[in-house]
């Protein structure tokens, strides 16, 4: 059996934003041991280049110290030891987001990928961690919640956890600190549910809430779920938004705004969208973290891992996420409407879709979606938004094709006993073959305008299927996101001036001039000034109200 790797991770100065990790091989190379940090994380489509928050390398054996050089941007050679062979760095962690390494006084929380090195070689030998606990009194009470298995820590405590690989080990973000703890069983499975920060969460609504749903997705791919438990890993801050998911867990980031208070009995907007990236994360356990497309078997840590298939991975995802709260009963078909009016909105907004395809945009979320600038929203189109549309679209059309005997719920379910069960990575056409057999329905033809074309996706016919009236309106204003009727008939005729901006004193700040608008015409560019009194005015050409009849069933759960 191959010795484990060594890893012990130190909040060593915690009011530095310091770590100290260590990783011990016991036999390592014996033509000079390579390392390497990660260049991205999984999930989250950025060069990032972790290792430039290395502060510090040292190598030693049996206490001698030993040579180490780097060879390129994150990957240093030690030289020839006998073994065991020790790395040691300090990381620097002030990246409070879910996808970094972050430390202070308060809490501490990290991704695997931007401090544990990875013994190249090596990659397949189980891992072994020691949290260590920060020195000092006041981190007496602090806690250790991950959903990493425990080889000797107690629960919820420091010391020894074990992974079966390097690639488990970095798919298990860790949260130390003094977090607000709340649990439940879903599907036999335990989960827990971590909140740090400052909150005031009705902590049995969310256990209640979560659980609800997690059944839902648990009955949705199939019983028994594929992880022994699973956390929710939340940070509560004063505005955040975010999400990335894992094999076994999830880190959310969002306002304390967003999570319910006691006494609250209604689903507020705010926490709809706590509970829409809730779904979207737990969705992901099956969809992405183990239906894969076959490029990321295995990840290339070193560099972009291109794809075309992020629509379906991001954008199915995006749609079942919100499908899902109205399918258990969390938030009413109204709702989800308005939710769908909005994303078709968010679209139709985005002049880009008539430049970037769905395939293209996925390709180049590297370089494009992950590294948005003024330009943006005229050169490209979100895998997420469109790909959740392009979803609906192929869920009406299937359900409309098979008279409802078929849908995507059954394209999913192939997905999982195909690709989810064993591990087989998605080649680029595979979900494309895979519908089509599911379902019996030719969809090549759609597949290419709706992936490959940057030609109108037909909303208004497919959801008209199932008896949902779409109707385009003018926005009424700046803060209109669609969704919604018109309020009045007057509402039309407001000066459209294709731009979008942000309030910056009493003025207004252009970011971005949309294609084809008056402001384009005239001139403007980003970063320019407008004055309050003409800010009111700069309101979008288009807007998507949904309103429906609702004698369908593709809003209610479906047995298998
Ligand atoms: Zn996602």
């Not at 530095?16 to 190379?29: G, I, M, W």
């Not at 519908?435 to 490959?452: I, M, N, S």
Request: aromatic content about 8%; hydrophobic content about 40%.
């Amino acid at each position: 059996m191959t010795s484990p790797i060594r890893y012990t991770i130190l909040p060593a100065r915690p009011e530095a934003h310091l770590y100290r990790v260590t990783c011990t091989v016991a036999q390592p190379d014996s033509a000079g041991q390579r390392f390497a940090l990660p260049a991205w994380v999984p999930g989250s489509y950025m060069i990032r280049d972790f290792a430039r928050h290395i502060v510090s390398i040292r190598a030693a054996s049996r206490g001698r110290a030993i040579a180490i050089e780097k060879l390129d941007k994150h990957t240093w050679r030690a030289e020839p030891a006998a073994g065991p062979l020790a790395v040691n760095c300090e990381v620097y962690a002030w990246d409070l987001s879910v996808r970094g390494a972050h430390l202070d006084t308060r809490h501490a929380f990290f991704n695997g990928a931007c401090v544990f090195l990875r013994v190249l070689g090596r990659e397949a030998a189980p891992c072994e961690l020691e949290i260590v606990r920060p020195r000092g009194a006041r981190y007496r009470n602090w806690r250790v919640a991950t959903a990493m298995a425990r080889k000797g820590a107690k629960p919820y405590g420091f010391g020894a956890y074990v992974a079966s690989d390097y690639d488990e080990l970095i798919d298990h973000p860790v949260e130390m600190g003094e977090f607000t703890r709340s649990s439940f069983h879903a599907g036999g499975v335990p989960h827990d549910i971590v909140i740090t920060g400052r909150h005031a969460a009705d902590m049995r609504r969310l256990q209640r809430d979560l659980k609800r749903l997690c059944e839902h997705h648990m009955r949705f791919f199939g019983e028994p779920a594929p992880m022994k438990r699973y956390v929710f890993l939340v940070i509560a801050v004063g505005e955040g938004y975010g999400g990335l998911e894992h094999r076994a867990s999830t880190a959310l980031l969002c306002s304390r705004e967003d999570l319910p208070r006691e006494g609250d009995i209604e689903v507020s907007e705010r926490y709809r969208t706590f509970l829409g990236l809730a779904s979207h994360e737990y969705f992901h356990t099956w969809n992405v973290k183990r239906i894969k497309p076959a490029a990321f078997v295995p990840y290339d840590l070193d560099r972009e891992n291109y794809t075309t298939l992020l629509w379906a991975f991001e954008g199915i995802t995006s749609y079942y996420d919100d499908l899902a709260l109205v399918r258990c009963g969390l938030i009413e078909k109204k709702d989800y409407l308005e939710l769908l009016g909005r994303s078709i909105t968010t679209h139709l907004r985005t002049p880009g879709r008539a430049r970037q395809s769905l395939a293209e945009s996925s390709f180049d979320a590297w370089i494009k979606y992950y590294r948005q600038d003024e330009n943006s929203p005229n050169a490209g189109v979100s895998y997420y938004v469109k790909g959740s549309l392009v979803a609906l679209c192929l869920d009406l059309l299937v359900r409309d094709k098979t008279r409802g005997r078929k849908s995507l719920d059954d394209v999913m379910r192939v997905l999982w006993r195909r690709h989810g069960l064993t591990g087989a990575g998605l080649e680029e056409n595979g979900i494309e073959r895979l519908a089509e057999e599911a379902t019996g329905v030719k969809l090549e033809r759609y597949f290419d305008d709706w992936l490959r074309s940057t030609r109108e996706l037909p909303l208004k016919t497919l959801l008209a299927t199932q008896g949902v009236e779409m109707e385009l309106r003018p926005a009424e204003s700046a803060q209109d996101k669609g969704g919604k009727p018109a309020r009045s008939k007057n509402a039309a005729g407001l000066a459209l001036l294709g731009i979008r901006a942000r309030a910056q004193g009493d003025d207004t700040a252009v970011t971005h001039v949309l294609e084809r608008g008056a402001a384009r015409e005239a001139g403007v560019a980003a970063g320019d000034g407008l004055k309050r009194a003409d800010a009111d005015t700069c309101v979008l050409a288009e807007l998507a109200g949904a309103r429906a009849r609702l004698r369908e069933r593709w809003l209610r759960p479906r047995r298998v």
